[in-house]
């Protein structure tokens, strides 16, 4: 590092291109403890792998391995396996999506690193 450096890795502030603060928010001006954002990152995480698992079963497991199986039952005149793996594994995974974006902003406002200063920084109804 040089001497007109500066180190800037101890906290984080959105700045415009001029350098200048702009538009703080309520995370921003407070330091987060590592326990508070490893906590956060834990259920981020933990709500990404059950998604993940959810995506892996349905597109793999029933397109797939269980397609088979599956087949024998019958869905709007289709085999149920032909019709996982042709537009029920895309149904779900538009779902999916929609759920993420809710999880994640329940996590957000739970952990208190949303964008919403009006929000509690505890759980609540969302």
């Known amino acids: 590092m040089t001497g007109d450096q500066t180190d800037t890795t101890s906290s984080v502030f959105h ?9 703080h928010t309520s995370h921003d001006n407070e330091a987060v403890s590592k326990s508070r954002m490893s ?3 834990r259920a ?4 990404l792998g059950a998604l993940l698992v959810v995506w892996f079963a349905v597109s793999f497991g029933a397109g797939i391995i ?3 199986t599956l ?7 289709f085999p149920l396996g032909f019709w996982f793996s042709q537009q029920g594994a895309i149904y779900v995974f538009v ?15 739970i952990h208190g690193v949303d964008d919403d200063e009006s929000s509690p920084t505890t759980g609540g109804s969302a």
């Open 95 to 109: 779902v999916l999506i929609f759920i993420y974006v809710i999880g994640m902003n329940r996590i957000d406002k």
């Open 39 to 41: 906590a956060y990152w």
């Open 71 to 77: 087949d024998q039952y019958s869905f709007l005149g």
């Open 66 to 68: 269980f397609a088979d």
């Open 44 to 47: 981020n995480l933990k709500f």
């Open 15 to 23: 700045h415009d291109d001029q350098g200048n603060p702009i538009g």
